[in-house]
């Protein structure tokens, strides 16, 4: 059954509402709602989506929304997703930037922050955990885990460089697929 717009603005509205502290934290919510919850994709296309959404400009919640909309209902899609997932923090930020001021140095509000933190921390843990389980599948993929590991925490390296390294050893063990299969692997 084709997905309405209306449903796809809703759902992602819903995400959109539940996301807090980034991207990454877009994954828990993201397999519930649209894998568990309602099949739209699997968990391969997730990854697929995740990942290209990381390695592009813009935010990865907002990116990621669009691929999954423009999956679903091409162009229409997209939009829908799109809005759904930045309204929630439209209005939100509308309204904290009115109360923020007067707000900020109660001690009630200080606990809800560090509780929001410490959630945000949760489903931090959660997304790393899904993405070791999806992308590091053998002894070379551990490998490269623990090479940009060390190039960004020991030295340092931007995530940029990174993300290119990855793309070029991804590239580069691929044509070693092509080469030692031949034609019966994609």
Same mark, same amino acid.
């Given at each position: 059954?084709?997905?309405?717009?209306?449903?796809?603005?809703?759902?992602?509205?819903? =995400?959109?509402?539940?996301?807090?502290?980034? $991207?990454? =934290?877009?994954?828990?919510?993201?397999?519930? !709602?649209?894998?568990?919850?309602?099949?739209?994709?699997?968990?391969?296309?997730?990854?697929?989506?995740? @990942?290209?959404?990381?390695?592009?400009?813009?935010?990865?919640? @907002?990116?990621?929304?669009?691929?999954? +909309?423009? &999956?679903?209902?091409?162009? +229409?899609?997209?939009?829908? @997703?799109?809005? +759904?997932?930045?309204?929630?923090?439209?209005?939100?930020?509308?309204?904290? @930037? &009115?109360?923020?001021? !007067?707000?900020?140095?109660?001690?009630?509000?200080?606990?809800?922050?560090?509780?929001?933190?410490? $959630?945000?921390?949760?489903?931090?843990?959660?997304?790393?955990? !899904?993405?070791?389980?999806?992308?590091?599948?053998?002894?070379?993929?551990?490998? =490269?885990?623990?090479?940009?590991?060390?190039?960004?925490?020991?030295?340092?390296?931007?995530?940029?460089?990174?993300?290119?390294?990855?793309?070029?050893? +991804?590239?580069?063990?691929?044509?070693?697929?092509?080469?030692?299969?031949?034609?019966?692997?994609?």
């Amino acid at each position: 059954m084709e997905k309405t717009l209306y449903q796809i603005f809703k759902t992602f509205f819903k =995400v959109g509402t539940l996301l807090l502290g980034g $991207g990454y =934290v877009i994954l828990p919510i993201l397999q519930s !709602e649209l894998i568990e919850k309602r099949n739209w994709i699997d968990d391969d296309e997730l990854c697929e989506y995740y @990942a290209l959404s990381q390695s592009i400009p813009g935010l990865i919640a @907002a990116n990621l929304s669009i691929f999954v +909309g423009y &999956k679903l209902r091409r162009t +229409g899609g997209a939009f829908a @997703a799109i809005l +759904g997932m930045i309204t929630p923090a439209f209005i939100s930020i509308i309204i904290i @930037a &009115k109360l923020l001021e !007067e707000i900020v140095h109660f001690k009630f509000i200080q606990s809800i922050f560090w509780g929001v933190g410490i $959630g945000v921390l949760m489903l931090l843990f959660l997304a790393v955990k !899904e993405l070791w389980r999806k992308s590091v599948v053998d002894k070379f993929t551990c490998w =490269v885990f623990f090479l940009t590991f060390i190039l960004s925490t020991c030295f340092k390296a931007p995530p940029a460089a990174l993300i290119i390294l990855a793309i070029f050893i +991804g590239l580069w063990l691929q044509v070693q697929k092509k080469i030692e299969y031949g034609d019966k692997e994609k």
